[in-house]
């Protein structure tokens, strides 16, 4: 079956293990985030783009009607999995500075000096024309606009202050029509917590959600920014202490990790087992992007929590489908497999779904299956 076909239904029958995380809610807290349903010997019926039905194979009554079949022996199905967290449309790449980081520079150090962000601004924009472009290139292309006005600040600008007047003043009306959320880079070198206030108080005044990039390289009050602003998430966290886990655990804000970029710029991993022992709300992604994570595999980033963080695979499987989905807004429709959610499946060539996390950096997607179409196998 080609990915140009569009069966009204889909049967993805003979399952090794259909898994979910369990439950309804979202953002998934505590034990909670830690519970699996685990079916076996399992089927998974798509109608019209969505999960009608989920059930053992012996329980499968006859079908009326057209459906295409597709044999999954061998395979288990996991809920797709979304990736809350990426810098997804940039030109060009970083590989020499990748070089200059293995023979012991510091990311800081080439930002301050004018490389990391700021050498790959033609591509991510932080001019009108490009942000404009960039966002709807996302859109285009399927993905979930957020708008990262305030990441670096362009040498042709005096100071953040003076570009963040450019950037409020004229891209922010047309960037609240395309996207859905705004972040900010609140960190030294980059933004401080009040220039970070303003732009998140213009964007939520525009009517966007909102996010931080914090607590990156240090603590900058960017925890508290968020709950004060009632942002969505903070993501990063290498730098959280104590008093910010608390934090986090007492709000709503989801803490977004992202271990791929600790691992690639050698800091130390986000606290995500005091996170979770706390009570807060927490999700992962890959971080996508030219400088710190040029990585786009969540199956890696599973592998990760899992032997860096202190996750169980359950655990780490909820952070990358239901509370990710959260974060972007979509917990409604994405993140379980379930009936009513979207028909997106993650099917996975492996006797058990744990090799989601525990085969490191392996192929171990077969295909997908998006809004109940195949798209790709291996
Ligand atoms: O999330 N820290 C800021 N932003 C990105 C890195 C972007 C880049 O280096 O190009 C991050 O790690």
């Not at 006859?62 to 997804?88: K, M, N, W, Y």
């Amino acid at each position: 079956m080609s990915s140009t076909d569009a069966p009204s239904r889909l049967l993805v029958r003979d399952l090794g293990q259909v898994v979910t995380p369990a439950g309804s809610e979202a953002p998934l807290r505590g034990a909670d985030l830690g519970r699996v349903d685990v079916v076996e010997d399992a089927y998974v019926l798509c109608e019209d783009g969505r999960i009608a039905d989920v059930g053992r194979m012996p329980d499968l009554g006859p079908l009326a009607g057209d459906v295409e079949e597709l044999d999954g022996r061998g395979l288990c199905a996991l809920p797709g999995l979304v990736d809350c967290h990426t810098h997804a449309c940039f030109a060009g790449d970083r590989a020499g500075e990748f070089e200059l980081r293995a023979r012991g520079a510091s990311y800081e150090e080439l930002h301050a000096a004018g490389g990391g962000i700021l050498s790959t601004v033609e591509g991510y924009g932080l001019d009108r024309e490009t942000e404009l472009a960039s966002l709807r290139a996302i859109e285009a292309g399927g993905g979930i606009p957020t708008w990262l006005g305030a990441h670096a600040v362009p040498p042709e600008f005096d100071d953040a202050d003076a570009y963040l007047d450019f950037a409020l003043a004229e891209v922010l009306p047309e960037a609240a029509r395309i996207a859905e959320a705004a972040d900010v880079f609140l960190e030294r070198g980059a933004f401080d917590r009040e220039q970070a206030r303003r732009y998140l108080e213009a964007c939520g005044d525009a009517g966007l959600a909102l996010r931080l990039h914090g607590d990156q390289f240090s603590k900058q009050g960017a925890i508290t920014l968020a709950v004060e602003l009632g942002a969505r998430s903070v993501d990063h966290l290498e730098a959280t202490g104590d008093e910010g886990v608390r934090t986090l655990a007492d709000s709503d804000v989801v803490g977004v990790m992202l271990p791929v970029a600790a691992l690639v710029l050698g800091r130390p991993m986000p606290p995500g087992r005091a996170l979770i022992n706390a009570g807060a709300a927490v999700a992962l992604a890959t971080d996508f992007n030219p400088g710190s994570a040029f990585c786009e595999s969540l199956p890696l980033v599973t592998s990760l929590a899992c032997t860096q963080i202190g996750l169980s695979p359950a655990e780490a499987l909820g952070a990358v489908t239901v509370n990710a989905a959260h974060v972007l807004g979509r917990s409604d429709r994405k993140g379980r497999v379930a009936p009513g959610y979207d028909a997106d499946l993650t099917l996975l060539e492996a006797p058990d779904w744990r090799h989601l996390a525990y085969h490191v950096g392996g192929e171990v997607v077969s295909a997908v299956v998006r809004s109940g179409r195949l798209e790709s196998r291996r």
